[in-house]
């Protein structure tokens, strides 16, 4: 999976690179789909959500540029697969769900893995974790109309926020940077995700 789908389209970060081969995808997935959990394209997890490809995951995760330090927020928690590769990577995890039943799922699996640095909760989303800002990175993994405003509060100085906007079925993967001197948005590769659902996203 990481030689073929990964290194070859360009990820090149070998902590994000070491962390795709650590973690174990098929444990993310439903029972019946689990023979292909290592293929390349998204899978349905249930609740009409998926798990995203796993170049889109390795892809989004380098973009957020992570130190071993840093605390990052996951919007989106689905399977808990993205949460588990980000905890390898940083030092505490917090994410938001906004289906209790993939959230409990998630919770199961992280647990039985000892991804102890995931904190998570059942909540819209669009609004953050403010308890808990400032954020270093900030990855939303559903499709956004627009990128909502809370989370660019949330940010830290230096923080970076990678997020799918556009229309509900076809969107850009973008990176904002709050930089000192204001936001900088790059436009990475054309994505698609499930919607972001909530007071900041698309309504139900
Ligand atoms: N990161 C996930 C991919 C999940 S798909 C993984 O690794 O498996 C996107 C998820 O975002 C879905 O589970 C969906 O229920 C959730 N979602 C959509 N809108 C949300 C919101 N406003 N707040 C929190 N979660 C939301």
Not at 67 to 75: C, G, N, Q, S
Not at 177 to 194: A, D, E, Y
Request: hydrophobic share 40%.
């Amino acid at each position: 999976m990481v030689d073929e789908q990964i290194i070859s389209r360009g990820v090149r970060d070998p902590r994000v690179l070491a962390a795709m081969r650590k973690v174990p995808r098929h444990e993310f997935m439903p029972e019946a789909l689990r023979q292909q959990a290592y293929g390349d394209h998204a899978m349905p997890i249930g609740e009409g959500q998926t798990i995203s490809q796993p170049y889109i995951v390795a892809l989004m995760t380098e973009l957020l540029e992570l130190k071993e330090t840093d605390r990052v927020l996951e919007i989106g928690t689905g399977s808990g697969y993205q949460a588990a590769i980000l905890s390898e990577l940083c030092e505490k995890v917090f994410t938001i769900e906004r289906v209790k039943t993939l959230a409990d799922k998630a919770r199961s699996v992280l647990d039985r893995l000892g991804c102890r640095n995931v904190a998570m909760k059942v909540y819209d989303g669009t609004y953050g974790w403010k308890e808990m800002a400032p954020f270093d990175a900030i990855i939303v993994t559903a499709a956004a109309p627009d990128v909502p405003s809370a989370l660019v509060e949330q940010l830290k100085e230096g923080g970076r926020l990678v997020i799918p906007v556009g229309e509900r079925f076809t969107q850009d993967l973008k990176k904002v940077i709050k930089s000192p001197s204001g936001l900088v948005t790059q436009t990475s590769i054309p994505c698609m995700f499930v919607p972001l659902i909530g007071a900041h996203g698309w309504k139900e």
